[in-house]
């Protein structure tokens, strides 16, 4: 069983509507979750963190954890041609010394 | 928030010669981590670069074929020892400063090895 499991895609959303990502981690230790962007060619960028159940919003994105499910999520309200790009979860098992395992992640793309 | 910079961005070598990557960070630090994307795969941490002392290695790495070195809270390099075609990734490293636990990564350094 994979650490980190992220649906591949493509997955294809029109513009202005809302993306679902959705992650799901294997070791229930695990503490600190993450999600970054990765456009092609460049080096991944953090979107959000979150650590505790619930909902987190910044702006147009909300990350989504459930320790009992083992899922992470993150929704992308308003989508924009900007936001296709490769999101990556990555997941740390401990403290900041700790570093993380990142599922392969999932390849979003906008429809204009 | 730092400024993380890596040399070389990109190289092209060949088999059996090594490569060395540095990682700087234009303000002190308190983590730093090397990490490797093949192609069209995601990040696999290679190990975390400690400050003064040995790094710590994932399994699958060893410190004869990627000898890491930190020698202050803003440097570190990695190398890539007696190189095969296999070691063609994206090396990275990231770093975490302040009091948050949040990684942040550097622009990457593309290896070709032929």
């Known amino acids: 069983q994979k650490e980190v499991e992220q649906n591949s895609g493509p997955l294809s959303v029109p513009e202005g509507a809302i993306a679902s990502l959705n992650c799901t981690y294997s070791?229930?230790?695990?503490?600190?979750f993450f999600w970054y962007r990765q456009y092609s060619g460049k080096s991944p960028e953090l979107i959000m963190s979150i650590y505790s159940n619930g909902d987190k919003e910044d702006g147009r994105f909300t990350a989504q954890l459930n320790k009992a499910s083992q899922y992470v999520s993150l929704l992308i309200r308003d989508s924009q041609p900007s936001d296709s790009a490769t999101y990556l979860c990555?997941?740390?098992?401990?403290?900041?010394?700790?570093?993380?395992?990142f599922g392969k992640g999932t390849h979003l793309i906008i429809q204009p | 928030s730092a400024v993380i910079s890596q040399k070389p961005s990109r190289d092209i070598c060949q088999r059996g010669t090594s490569l060395t990557i540095q990682c700087q960070v234009d303000?002190?630090?308190?983590?730093m981590f090397w990490y490797r994307q093949q192609p069209g795969q995601s990040l696999t941490l290679i190990a975390t670069?400690?400050?003064?002392?040995?790094?710590t290695y994932e399994s699958g790495f060893v410190i004869d074929k990627f000898p890491i070195s930190r020698p202050n809270l803003t440097f570190s390099t990695l190398t890539v020892s007696n190189m095969s075609p296999e070691d063609s990734s994206i090396y990275l490293c990231s770093v975490v400063w302040g009091g948050g636990d949040e990684q942040y990564f550097g622009p990457g350094t593309r290896l070709t090895v032929t």
């Open positions: 303000s002190q630090v308190t983590m």
């Open positions: 990555a997941v740390r098992k401990g403290g900041g010394a700790d570093g993380l395992t």
């Open positions: 670069a400690n400050q003064g002392s040995e790094a």
């Open positions: 070791d229930r230790v695990s503490q600190s």
